[in-house]
């Protein structure tokens, strides 16, 4: 079948692509932008560079489509996302419209409870516009999504791990039925292509129906871990969101919409969809058994925070590859590798994370602090492999830009709040016989006030900066 794949580079676009390519479909993945898409070096693999909430004039989509999957999402971005998901599910509509289509999948949230929130009522409305068109759609309605590197997976992981104790919001008392992110790939691509589900909704969920609370523990169960847990009733919606915030690696807006969500029961309506595709549904418990199976083997295929929604990243941002020369400040520093190239190499893939910056690392603690505090990423967000980037990925307070390890550059742009723009640049050249590592950020202030913050952390770069480098080069 020729399929077409929206949000292919988000968490589920990016697990189910390579389960649509090994049964032999040729997929037509859908983009903003091609350079910050790693895609699959795959005869059936193609690549459709398209903004749905700003269609291009005269984008088309190939006539002899079979399906089509739609699994944008805009929950964690800034300013009225309801408005921005109904219009991109318009613009895709009439697109797919004009082409041969036979059948369009959707994953949604659950939505069986008299009042929904912001979120689940926006998911409801989008449903109501695919079903539109004309062509026919298929719904499948999931809760809590378990799986290495989904949202609510890292969620869950940051409290468990960090907090003994935790004195939670009551909302922890709410029923969901929670669903391995096997079993979501599994039901996406079964329906493909069934025509008994054509203008169908099913609500997909594995075995247990638990409340938040017990979701918590059984995750410290699997940790190994003694935890406690407070329920209090004095917890707004406002302060439950500032205590994810601040708490796990989410941003603001997406624990605002997440606290809404918390608020209201996700539990299945029984149908028979997962015994007619043959799907044996996983416990939440050996969801994430497996979830830290893969995590250790350290096959993550796809992490939430990569997304450029998730943190109200400028989805134009890989226009940013050009670094700036004029009206810039820059701190350049440089040394002769002392070690063999690949490995310096293998330290500068590795940089941030868990393995921190190699010098100073409770500067850039203090830093990621700061930056949370006024509204920021910080550096809880990490990064998801620990010795690969891409072009796109998250890794700390940095967006990846360019990693290009064969040309020898990584190259950085800060997502921390700044009076400006930064971009932090490793590269490694040739110079008179010798290998030498140059290190260069790059700032373009915003005003008097971005001038001033150059010079005050000047003294922080000199001990910084100089002395990262040196460890880098130093194998």
């Known amino acids: 079948m020729k399929i077409l794949l929206t949000g292919a580079n988000g968490y589920i676009g990016q697990r189910l692509l390579p389960v649509l390519l090994e049964q032999g479909h040729t997929v037509y993945c859908c983009v ?32 002899d489509l079979d399906v089509a999957f739609f699994l944008i999402h805009s929950m964690s971005s800034k300013g009225d996302f309801a408005e921005k998901e109904a219009r991109t599910a318009e613009h895709f509509s009439r697109l797919v419209s004009a082409s041969q289509c036979r059948q369009i999948i959707y994953l949604s949230g659950i939505v069986n409870e008299d009042e ?35 949202a609510s997976f890292e969620i869950i992981r940051d409290l468990v791990e960090k907090l003994p104790v935790m004195v939670a919001p009551k909302w922890l008392n ?35 129906v638990l409340t938040y609370q017990q979701m918590l523990l059984k995750f410290a169960e699997v940790r190994g871990l003694r935890r406690f847990i407070v329920s209090v009733p004095v917890m707004t919606p406002k302060l439950s969101s500032y205590w994810l915030y601040f708490i796990t690696s989410t941003s603001y807006h997406l624990a605002q919409n997440l606290v809404d969500s918390m608020k209201i029961n996700v539990i299945c309506r029984p ?16 969801a994430v058994e497996l979830a830290f199976r893969r995590i250790e083997q350290h096959m993550v295929v796809s992490s939430w925070k990569d997304a450029f ?7 134009k941002l890989m226009e940013y590859v050009e670094v700036p020369r004029f009206g810039v400040f820059k701190d350049e520093k440089s040394r002769i590798v002392t070690g063999q190239e690949p490995q310096v190499l293998d330290r500068i893939w590795s940089i941030g994370g868990q393995q921190g910056w190699y010098y100073g690392d409770f500067l850039w603690k203090i830093r990621g602090l700061l930056d949370r505090m006024v509204g920021g990423v910080g550096l809880r967000r990490g990064r998801t492999h620990s010795d690969q980037l891409h072009p796109g990925d998250s890794l700390d307070f940095w967006r990846v830009l360019i990693a ?54 000047l003294p922080f770069h000199f001990f910084l900066f100089g002395g990262m480098v040196g460890r880098l080069g130093r194998v």
């Open 32 to 63: 903003r932008n091609r350079r910050r898409f790693n895609g699959p070096t795959h005869e059936n693999f193609k690549i459709i560079e398209v903004d749905f909430l700003d269609p291009a004039p005269g984008t088309v989509f190939p006539a």
């Open 116 to 150: 929904l929130s912001e979120h689940l009522s926006s998911r409801f409305e989008v449903e109501k516009i695919l079903r539109s068109g004309k062509v026919p759609v298929t719904v499948l309605r999931a809760g809590i999504i378990v799986g290495s590197g989904s």
């Open 174 to 208: 709410t029923l969901c039925q929670p669903i391995g992110i096997r079993n979501v790939i599994q039901f996406l691509s079964g329906v493909m292509g069934r025509e008994n589900t054509y203008d169908h909704d099913f609500d997909i969920g594995g075995p247990d």
């Open 271 to 286: 149908n028979n969809l997962a015994a007619e595709l043959g799907i044996e549904l996983m416990s939440y418990k050996t």
């Open 309 to 315: 929604s998730s943190f109200d990243t400028n989805p």
């Open 404 to 457: 290009d390890r064969a040309g020898k550059r990584l190259l950085l742009y800060a997502e921390m709040k700044l009076p400006g723009e930064a971009w932090l640049e490793f590269c490694i050249t040739e110079k008179a016989g010798e290998s030498v590592l140059t290190q260069t950020a790059t700032f373009r202030p915003r005003g008097l006030w971005g001038r001033l913050y150059w010079l005050a952390m």
